[in-house]
C-alpha cells in the first residue's frame, strides 16, 4: 500500500480527491480504488493499492505527484506533503555518502567555453580541493564543445580523486548510450536534469550499473515545488530524486538566493538521509549562493557534518579566484566541522 498525505481544502473533497488519482468514477472497480483513510487538520491521507502502477516511476508522477487532481478546480489547495512508500520499491543511490562535508563547483560561464576552457577551469576548481566539479545545467552537447571531447579534456586536466559529472541531459533516445560513452571516456559521474529529462531516466541510468554516482539537478522542480496552494513539498521531491537513483540531490541553501525556506531546506536534507527503503543515503547538495563568506553559516543551518556538499556557482568567481574561493570554503567546511559535537549542538 502506498500512503500519500496531501493539505487539501475543502477537505469535504477527499473523495474527489481518491477518485481522480484512481478509479475516476464512482463507480469504479475496488480493487484498484484509492481510499480516504484520515481527513483532519487541513490534511487528507490516501492509501493507494501498489498493484495500481508498481514501482512506475512515470506513472506515480501521472497520478499521485502531478496528476489530474492538479487540474482540477475541486479544490482551493492541493499539497502533497508527504509519502511513505513500499519497502524496496525503487532502488536509491548506488554510493553510500561520505561521512564528512564534500564541496563542489559548478563550471562557469555555463554557456560558451571550448573544451580545453572547460577543462581549465576544472582544474583550477580542483587545485583549490573540490570533490567534485560538475557541468552547468545548460551545456549539452553543442558543437562548440562536444561532450565526448569535454569529457576527454576535463578528466586529462584533473586528479582522479575529483568526481567530473558531465551533463549528459539530452534527446530520450540517446540518453543511456551517451551515459556509457561518457564513462568509457573517463567521466566519474554524471549529472541528469532530472525533471526536464523525467524522473524514470534517473531510474533508467542508475539501472545501467556504470559504477559512477549520479547527480540529480533539481531545474524544472520549482515548478512542482513553489505552488503552496497546488503543488508538492520539496522534502517529498528530493526523497523521490532520491529513491529513483540519485546519489546526490539538490536541496536549496540557506543564503535567500533560492526558494526553498529555511525549514523547506532541512526537510530535504533529512529526506536525503533519514531510513526509507532499507536503501543508502544520499548527499544533500546546498547550492544556491553558496560561497567561501557564508560556508560555515550554511552548515550551521544545516545542522550537520556528514553527507552534505557545499555547492559553488558563481560564487566561486567571485573570490579572488575559483581556486581561492573553493579552497577557502573547505577551510571554512572543515573547521566549522572540527567544533565539538556539543557546541554544534547548542549554536
Same mark, same amino acid.
Given at each position: ?6 493539505e487539501?481544502d475543502?477537505a469535504?473533497a ?8 484512481s478509479?475516476?468514477?464512482a463507480?469504479?472497480p !475496488?480493487?484498484?480504488?484509492a ?13 493507494f493499492?501498489e498493484?495500481?502502477?508498481? &514501482?512506475?516511476v ?5 497520478s499521485?505527484?502531478a496528476? !489530474? ?5 475541486a479544490f ?5 506533503v ?6 524496496e520499491?525503487?532502488?536509491g ?9 564534500l564541496?563542489?563547483g559548478?563550471?562557469k560561464?555555463?554557456?560558451g567555453?571550448?573544451?580545453a576552457e572547460?577543462?581549465?577551469t576544472?582544474?583550477?576548481?580542483a ?5 567534485? +566539479?560538475k557541468d ?9 564543445c562536444?561532450?565526448?571531447?569535454r ?8 586528479p582522479g ?14 540518453l543511456?548510450?551517451?551515459? !556509457?560513452?561518457?564513462?568509457d571516456?573517463g ?7 532530472a525533471?526536464?529529462q523525467?524522473l524514470d ?24 515545488a513553489?505552488g ?8 517529498v521531491?528530493?526523497?523521490l530524486?532520491r529513491?529513483?537513483?540519485?546519489d546526490y540531490v539538490q536541496?536549496?541553501s540557506?543564503s ?7 525549514? !523547506? +531546506?532541512?526537510e530535504?536534507i533529512?529526506?536525503c538521509?533519514?531510513p526509507v527503503?532499507r536503501g543508502?543515503a544520499?548527499?544533500? +547538495? ?5 560561497g567561501?563568506r557564508?560556508?560555515a553559516a550554511?552548515l550551521e543551518?544545516a ?5 552534505v556538499?557545499?555547492?559553488l556557482?558563481s &560564487? ?6 575559483p581556486?581561492?574561493a573553493v ?8 573547521d566549522h566541522?572540527a567544533r565539538?559535537?556539543k557546541?554544534l549542538?547548542?549554536?
Amino acid at each position: 500500500m502506498i500512503r500519500a498525505v496531501y493539505e487539501l481544502d475543502p477537505a469535504e473533497a477527499a473523495e474527489t480527491l481518491a477518485l481522480i488519482e484512481s478509479v475516476g468514477r464512482a463507480d469504479g472497480p !475496488e480493487h484498484v480504488r484509492a481510499h480516504v483513510v484520515a481527513v483532519e487538520d487541513g490534511r487528507a491521507s490516501l492509501e493507494f493499492p501498489e498493484t495500481n502502477w508498481g &514501482a512506475d516511476v512515470t506513472l506515480i508522477v501521472s497520478s499521485l505527484i502531478a496528476g !489530474e487532481w492538479a487540474d482540477s478546480s475541486a479544490f482551493a489547495r492541493c499539497r502533497l506533503v508527504r509519502v511513505e512508500w513500499p519497502e524496496e520499491f525503487f532502488p536509491g543511490p548506488a554510493h553510500d555518502p561520505p561521512d564528512r562535508v564534500l564541496v563542489g563547483g559548478i563550471v562557469k560561464p555555463s554557456l560558451g567555453l571550448s573544451p580545453a576552457e572547460v577543462a581549465a577551469t576544472a582544474s583550477a576548481l580542483a587545485e583549490g580541493g573540490a570533490d567534485l +566539479v560538475k557541468d552547468d545545467e545548460l551545456l549539452g552537447d553543442p558543437a562548440w564543445c562536444p561532450l565526448e571531447e569535454r569529457v576527454r579534456a576535463v578528466t586529462g586536466a584533473i586528479p582522479g580523486r575529483v568526481h567530473y559529472a558531465v551533463n549528459v541531459t539530452g534527446p530520450v533516445d540517446s540518453l543511456l548510450a551517451r551515459a !556509457e560513452r561518457a564513462v568509457d571516456l573517463g567521466a566519474t559521474a554524471l549529472m541528469l536534469n532530472a525533471f526536464a529529462q523525467g524522473l524514470d531516466s534517473l531510474r533508467a541510468l542508475r539501472a545501467l550499473g556504470l559504477g559512477v554516482p549520479i547527480f540529480a539537478h533539481r531545474v524544472g522542480a520549482a515548478l512542482w515545488a513553489r505552488g503552496r496552494s497546488i503543488g508538492v513539498a520539496p522534502g517529498v521531491i528530493a526523497e523521490l530524486t532520491r529513491l529513483c537513483g540519485a546519489d546526490y540531490v539538490q536541496v536549496g541553501s540557506f543564503s535567500g538566493s533560492v526558494y526553498d525556506t529555511r525549514a !523547506e +531546506v532541512r526537510e530535504q536534507i533529512d529526506a536525503c538521509h533519514r531510513p526509507v527503503n532499507r536503501g543508502r543515503a544520499a548527499v544533500a +547538495v546546498i547550492g544556491g549562493g553558496v560561497g567561501p563568506r557564508n560556508a560555515a553559516a550554511q552548515l550551521e543551518a544545516a545542522g550537520r557534518t556528514d553527507g552534505v556538499m557545499l555547492l559553488l556557482g558563481s &560564487a566561486a568567481y567571485d573570490h579572488g579566484s575559483p581556486t581561492e574561493a573553493v579552497r577557502a570554503t573547505v577551510e571554512a567546511a572543515r573547521d566549522h566541522s572540527a567544533r565539538p559535537k556539543k557546541e554544534l549542538e547548542t549554536a
